[in-house]
């Protein structure tokens, strides 16, 4: 059975912690615009939006534009559904400079 998303967002979370970065968890509120990752990173000077998902659960419309718009600025962002996803995401852009 799947883990649930909050489960893997803590799992995520702490590992990443674990290596050094910063970690800011978005609680959605009506207060806020929606689309908004669920994960705003800090590593190694640069900026990343990850939205966590559970295995084969997909990006909404609005969670996709908002990614996209985090991208065009020039910032990293896209789906992840587990730790390995994660690092993954903050070696290749490293790697990239």
């Known amino acids: 059975m799947t883990a649930r998303e909050k489960v893997i967002q ?3 979370i702490r590992h990443l912690r674990s290596m050094g970065a910063w970690v800011f968890n978005v609680h ?3 207060y806020q615009q929606a689309g908004v990752p669920d994960l705003l990173v800090g590593y190694k000077g640069r900026f ?3 939205e966590v998902k559970r295995p ?3 990006l909404s419309p609005v ?3 908002v990614i996209e718009e985090i991208r065009a600025s020039g ?3 896209g789906r992840v559904e587990s730790i390995e996803e994660a690092e993954e995401m903050l ?3 490293q790697l990239q400079g």
């Open 10 to 12: 803590t799992n995520i």
């Open 28 to 30: 959605g509120s009506p």
């Open 48 to 50: 990343y939006a990850m």
């Open 56 to 58: 084969g659960m997909s």
């Open 63 to 65: 969670q996709t534009k």
């Open 75 to 77: 910032c990293i962002a």
């Open 91 to 93: 070696k290749k852009w």
